[in-house]
């Protein structure tokens, strides 16, 4: 009896002296690009049966190791305005169909590509995770995530209510916003969990609650109110390792513009424990050219920092817009530790330029433009070759999509 993990076997195709063997046949598939092999899952059923193969999965994302991007994209304008995404590679090929699934969300393209939420002005925002789930919230219902899995089509919404905490501590108060979610898995269980912060009342310097939640396919508990970030955390935030890294507002502005905090702050909040680490420094070399550089206001050096998840690493942006972008590697989290591992040229550190994404071969991506059309552009720290990749148009977020060829 053959091994369960011996190669998986093309069926004979025929006669015929040309003919490839199924060993090179096998070698052959494993080399082409996801959005081929997809179209050559229609040559027969044997192709189909192995390149659906957990063998031959594992074996091609080990050779194609680019992620995929989920992109939102806004369809239409005023009430004929509606929503979809799609997977799509580096190239902008949109790569294999995503089923019909729930929430209102159906296919627009026939080969089902892209799909529609036709939810007029409620607007999908793609978070920016790196997972096999798409996770996306509505403009219109902020309470709500969505969390998308297309390997088997089915789309799970986490509950709209707020947990008992937070209930309790918004009565009498003037307002509550949902300003930050994300979405991690625990390395040591495989548990999704999603995470949000709401701010109470319109106060400053701000309060905020912290909601955690655990799920696993359509399973789910309810909303679970912790502890408070240990100071204001800001509109960027990543999770590497089952952690969530926060950047920190540093600044609030009552009649003058108050310092809270020290600029390049990090709030880590571990999804395992549910409990706030200790805050993180920021490199030294930031902090000092925030006080050297008076001139530019706190709101300005905000403009001008951000957090990023490249490479598995921690890394703080320091967007000095014109002039440079550094990028500063984490290297030691209990020492505190950070190395500048690059520093890109002018015509990369501009506004609203931020890294998400960089690959082993030296290429780091960039999202730039506002809602509407985003460029995704490269920059190669080996070469210095700068390039727009893709540009996408109709779009509001770009996500990250981990997940395998049975999605596609």
Known sequence: MASSNSKPRLAASGSGSGDLLPDAMYEILLRLPARELCRLRAVCRSWRALTSSELFIAAHKSRHTDPLLAIGYVDGRGNRASNSFGVVDLSGDALGRIPRVGGGIVPVRKNGAVVRVPAGEDGIHV?????????????????????????????????????????????????????????????????????????????????????????????????RGKQGPPSVVDKSCVVIRGVVYFQMKFYYLDFDLVLIAEPGSI???????????????????VLKYVQDHKELSYPGHSLQLSIAELNGCLVTVHNIHHICMDLWFLADIEEGIWVKKYSLPSHVARIFVCPFL???????????????????????????????????????????????????
């Open 267 to 285: 709030a880590p909040f571990n999804l395992e424990t549910e409990e706030w680490m200790g805050i993180l420094r920021g490199p030294s070399p």
């Open 127 to 223: 978070l920016r995770t790196r997972l096999d789930l798409i996770c996306f919230a509505r403009s219109c219902r902020p309470l709500g995530l969505w969390i998308l899995n297309p390997v088997t089509g089915a789309t799970h919404a986490l509950p709209e209510c707020r947990s008992m905490e937070l209930a309790h501590k918004l009565k009498g108060e003037r307002c509550s916003e949902v300003e930050l979610r994300t979405v991690g898995q625990v390395p040591s269980t495989g548990e999704y969990k999603a995470l949000r912060i709401t701010r109470l009342g319109d106060d400053e310097p701000a309060r905020q609650l912290c909601e955690v939640i655990t799920f696993d396919g359509s399973d789910h508990g309810m909303w």
């Open 358 to 408: 960089a690959l082993h071969d030296g290429r780091i991506f960039f999202t730039s433009g506002n809602y509407g059309k985003r460029i995704i552009e490269s920059y190669n720290t080996r070469t210095g070759a700068h390039a727009d990749v893709l540009e996408v148009l109709d779009c509001s977020s770009i996500g990250t999509y981990a997940g395998s060829l049975r999605s596609l």
